[in-house]
């Protein structure tokens, strides 16, 4: 699944139906329902079900192309160059009260149906937020050079 999960990122165009577009879902969470992910009792078995339930139905319809569970911001780091020198920041790129908790990438007919979608993401029914980006397609950028 990683390599799955690589070219998809990269928009190598993975199994890309004809006149289909690729969109990535970034799905934010509130820190409270990114604790759940540890919960080892019905709060986390519930938590974790939800996101299999909807990876399963991105999967019958078979638009699923990749994503990941990220792990928290405390795990992450930031990097910058700044005068040809890569700072490594200790905390994460984040300014708003939702982090970002993983990402999908579907392969669907239109923005309507990526927006569908997204709806159904567990995080937009809990108070957290789905941002709908659509993929940079790779012809776009063999055009440019």
Same mark, same amino acid.
């Given at each position: 699944?990683?390599?799955?999960?690589?070219?998809?990122?990269?928009?190598?165009?993975?199994?890309?139906?004809?006149?289909?577009? +690729? /969109? %990535?879902?970034?799905? #934010?969470?509130?820190?409270? @329902?990114?604790?759940?992910? %540890? $919960?080892?009792?019905?709060?986390?078995?519930? #938590?974790?079900?939800? /996101? +299999? $339930?909807?990876?399963?139905?991105?999967?019958?319809?078979?638009?699923?192309?990749?994503?990941?569970?990220?792990?928290?911001?405390? $795990?992450?780091?930031?990097?910058?160059?700044? =005068?040809?020198? !890569?700072?490594?920041? +200790? +905390?994460? &790129?984040?300014?708003?009260?939702?982090?970002?908790?993983?990402?999908?990438?579907? =392969? *669907?007919?239109?923005?309507?149906?990526?927006? @569908?979608?997204?709806?159904?993401?567990?995080?937009?029914?809990?108070?957290?937020? *789905?941002?709908?980006?659509?993929? &940079? !397609?790779?012809?776009?950028? =063999?055009?440019?050079?």
């Amino acid at each position: 699944m990683k390599p799955l999960i690589l070219v998809a990122a990269l928009g190598l165009g993975v199994g890309v139906s004809a006149g289909a577009a +690729q /969109y %990535t879902l970034l799905v #934010y969470e509130h820190p409270q @329902e990114l604790a759940k992910r %540890t $919960d080892t009792g019905a709060t986390g078995r519930a #938590y974790w079900a939800a /996101y +299999q $339930d909807f990876g399963g139905a991105l999967q019958a319809a078979g638009v699923l192309r990749g994503g990941a569970a990220l792990q928290t911001p405390g $795990d992450s780091r930031t990097v910058t160059a700044l =005068d040809g020198v !890569p700072p490594v920041s +200790q +905390q994460s &790129y984040s300014d708003s009260a939702g982090r970002l908790g993983g990402f999908f990438i579907i =392969d *669907v007919d239109n923005l309507q149906s990526a927006l @569908e979608w997204a709806s159904r993401v567990p995080a937009a029914a809990h108070g957290g937020a *789905v941002d709908v980006r659509p993929v &940079y !397609p790779m012809s776009a950028m =063999d055009a440019a050079r």
